[in-house]
């Protein structure tokens, strides 16, 4: 079993930016990725980033540029930071890992850009 506890969520203006952190713990070996992903109201839940264990990332075309995501090992955390948010980034973020076929996810942040 794996757990993960996001935080780092928050209010903040359009221009501004904030850092997501995704705390892993329980079996966190042989992981094939990481990655975050988010819901708006009324949406459906979407891709945002991932990180694999090669270090490699991929990102959603409208946050190319904007968000970066990184990982500490010794932490056994993944990092989202968000630079020149706009209100559509608006939602609740969650952080998964992938491990030998299985998704686990964390319970979710919520962060709400304000014009």
């Known amino acids: 079993q794996v757990q993960l506890v996001e935080s780092g969520g928050g209010l903040v203006q359009a221009g501004g930016s904030l850092r997501l952190s995704c705390a892993a713990s329980?079996?966190?070996?042989?992981?094939?990725?990481r990655g975050w992903y988010r819901q708006a109201p009324g949406k459906q839940r979407e891709f945002v980033a991932r990180?694999?264990?090669?270090?490699?990332?991929n990102y959603l075309d409208s946050v190319k540029g904007r968000f970066t995501i990184s990982r500490d090992n010794t932490k056994n955390t993944v990092y989202l930071q968000m630079n020149s948010l706009k209100t559509e980034d608006t939602a609740v973020y969650y952080c998964?890992?992938?491990?030998?076929?299985?998704?686990?996810w964390g319970q979710g942040t919520q962060v709400t850009v304000s014009s």
């Open positions: 998964n890992i992938i491990k030998g076929g299985l998704i686990y």
């Open positions: 329980g079996s966190i070996f042989s992981i094939n990725s």
């Open positions: 990180i694999i264990e090669s270090g490699s990332t």
